[in-house]
């Protein structure tokens, strides 16, 4: 009996035995092939094609994040798909200033793992990694040593080495051009190519209207500095092989912010990239020419300072974590500011409800030059520009993937349409919509979000394209091609899933659904009504050209709308020579502060209505500052 027992159980022992022996049982059930999956990233949903073998061996993955950011999001997904299948684990890092995308990456790949039958296990945890060998400190000695690769550190670098210093780049994250890759242009006056076009704006006008505009708040000699600068900065952009235009108010009115057309100065200082990413790429062709280098995914993590406050260079650290000590004789800090610290910028703005672009300047720079002896300045700043829709999901959009930019629903985003705040009371002209600006500061002065209110019948409106006025040049771009609006919104509701966008039959339910007081929101839609019916708004002011849609055919929708940081603007006391100084404006030697990190060219949370004025400010600095420190080096102080 005993004998015919082992008999029988032998072929399953020893099949038991060969399992744990080769290793093969912790993805046994896994199937071969290709598998595609999908994840939320910041701006779009992240597609992944995972390739495994029936060993559990990921052999490649192919992640498309085309959606996503395009110099961040966009190199983090190949990055981390390629880190995962090097390492063969989900427990990598993902890319600074793209953890949303690279997150959905990893989400992606585990689902993509899981339908083929992986042991999930097999990638995550484990025993510990064999500690790598200890990288050894390296030394670099250089005259100009700038902290970040943005616009201004980009500016900064170029100037510095033309001047014939020796010049060295850290940036923290794997790309150049910072928040500038998100930028179209930047502010210029007196240019060759404005006086080609027979503009006859001046440094002195604009520089009066900003002055006025921030109401002498901002430093006047340096905001004279950087207007003065702009010409020759776009003459100098040019010469170093970066194609410009100047998209004119009196002719291009379907592509700029339509309140500027009464105002041309505000748009036609703008100077338009052909190609934002040829512009990066010509100027640091043009450094590296000149000797400079550049060091990419290294963190500044503290600056060098004698017993005399000389600011002599700084400590940094690679992806490897090998440790450079950089010996300068200035140092620029163009650390972009604080504008990807999520928590800082709500915290600094006083509300929650602002949507945070995930740069990765966590404001280490601002803290270095604090520590420095800097004086904090103006802080209190974010570069608020337009809104965003909240909670748009791929079923609402045109492709089914990328809802944050392309969904037809952005339409409504961009129109004039009736606008209430969370107690369900309007607060503003809603033709601000027009002004990246002011409808920003409209915006956040509600707090920091709004719903905008609309009924069946002007979503029917949409559909047909008859609406009557202009989409807004200002904001995110204007999605190509429309579809059926109510089907769009119906899908954005998700059956009364969604947050942040919200149906009713009645504007009671919709209120109740938005969580406002019903008879609030009646007795707003009621006086707005009125206003349409009569063609004019002793309220607000809204032209009666916008006074187009009633709300009063149900069901009706209410969808959430989110003020949008670009970065934060200033945080550091600079002068004219954009040297940091203490608060009695005495500077410390050999530290400067360029960009989003200096303050003193704006005022308050308030952006100035003026097209490219941050680009335009970053250039400037960074070419003022890297100028001077080359010029106080060869001279000999």
Not at 52 to 65: C, F, K, R, S
Request: proline content about 4%; some cysteine; charged content about 20%.
């Amino acid at each position: 009996m005993k004998n015919d027992y082992v008999k029988k159980r032998l072929p399953a022992l020893v099949a038991l035995i060969l399992g744990c022996t080769l290793g093969f049982s912790a993805n046994a059930a896994v199937t071969a092939g290709d598998y595609t999956a999908s994840a939320k990233g910041l701006e779009s949903d992240v597609k992944v094609t995972v390739s495994i073998d029936q060993t559990g061996t990921i052999n490649n993955i192919v992640a498309d994040a085309s959606g996503e950011t395009p110099e961040l999001g966009g190199v983090a997904g190949p990055q981390v798909a390629k880190s995962i299948v090097d390492h063969q684990s989900l427990d990598v890092d993902g890319m600074t200033g793209a953890t949303e995308t690279s997150d959905a990456v990893k989400q992606a790949t585990k689902a993509a793992l899981l339908k083929a039958g992986a042991d999930i296990g097999k990638y995550t945890g484990g025993p510990a990694k064999t500690a790598a060998a200890p990288v050894a400190d390296e030394e670099k000695t250089v005259d100009v040593v700038v902290m970040g690769g943005g616009t201004s550190g980009t500016a900064a670098a170029l100037a510095a080495a033309e001047k014939g210093a020796k010049v060295l780049v850290v940036e923290k994250s794997a790309v150049v051009g910072g928040s500038g890759n998100m930028a179209s242009g930047f502010f210029a006056v007196e240019s060759s190519l404005q006086k080609s076009l027979g503009m006859k704006y001046t440094a002195q006008d604009l520089t009066h209207r900003l002055l006025d505009y921030n109401h002498y708040l901002s430093d006047g000699p340096l905001t004279k500095a950087i207007v003065d600068k702009s010409g020759s900065t776009a003459d100098w952009m040019e010469k170093h092989g970066v194609k410009l235009e100047i998209k004119t108010a009196t002719k291009n009115t379907n592509q700029l912010q339509q309140a500027h057309m009464d105002d041309p100065i505000k748009s036609d200082i703008y100077h338009h990239y052909l190609d934002t990413n040829a512009a990066y790429k010509s100027l640091y062709t043009s450094f590296q020419k000149s000797g400079g280098e550049l060091i990419k995914n290294t963190a500044v993590k503290s600056l060098i300072q004698e017993k005399d406050g000389n600011v002599t260079g700084l400590i940094a650290q690679k992806a490897d974590g090998g440790k450079i000590i950089v010996h300068a004789k200035a140092v620029i800090i163009a650390s972009g500011g604080f504008g990807g610290n999520e928590k800082l910028v709500r915290e600094v703005m006083n509300t929650p409800n602002i949507h945070v672009l995930a740069w990765p300047n966590q404001g280490e720079g601002v803290r270095m030059a604090w520590a420095a002896g800097g004086a904090e300045w103006s802080f209190h700043s974010a570069l608020i520009h337009a809104c965003k829709l909240v909670g748009i999901t791929s079923s609402a959009s045109a492709d089914k993937g990328n809802a944050e930019n392309d969904s037809p629903l952005i339409w409504l985003l961009k129109s004039p349409l009736l606008w209430v705040d969370a107690n369900g009371e309007r607060f503003g002209d809603e033709g601000l919509v027009y002004d990246t600006a002011y409808w920003a500061n409209v915006s956040y002065s509600a707090g920091g979000k709004y719903y905008i209110i609309l009924d069946s019948q002007t979503l029917n409106a949409y559909t047909k394209k008859t609406f009557p006025f202009p989409l807004s040049g200002a904001g995110p771009a204007n999605p190509p091609k429309g579809g059926d609006f109510v089907a769009l919104a119906d899908a954005a509701v998700d059956g009364g899933k969604s947050k942040n966008i919200f149906k009713g039959q009645t504007l009671e339910a919709l209120a109740k659904n938005m969580g406002v007081e019903a008879g609030q929101l009646e007795k707003t839609v009621a006086r707005y009504n009125d206003l349409v019916k009569a063609k004019s708004d002793p309220d607000y002011g809204k032209k009666p050209d916008y006074l187009i849609y009633p709300v009063k055919s149900g069901p009706y929708y209410a969808f959430e709308t989110q003020v949008v940081s670009l970065s934060s603007i200033g945080g550091v006391r600079v002068n004219a020579k954009l040297q940091v100084t203490d608060i009695n404006a005495k500077p410390v030697p050999g530290l400067y502060a360029v960009g989003n990190v200096a303050a003193g060219f704006y005022s308050g949370p308030s952006y100035p209505p003026y097209e490219g004025l941050a680009n335009g400010f970053a250039l400037n600095s960074g070419r003022i500052a890297g100028e001077n420190a080359a010029g106080t080096i060869a001279a000999g102080n």
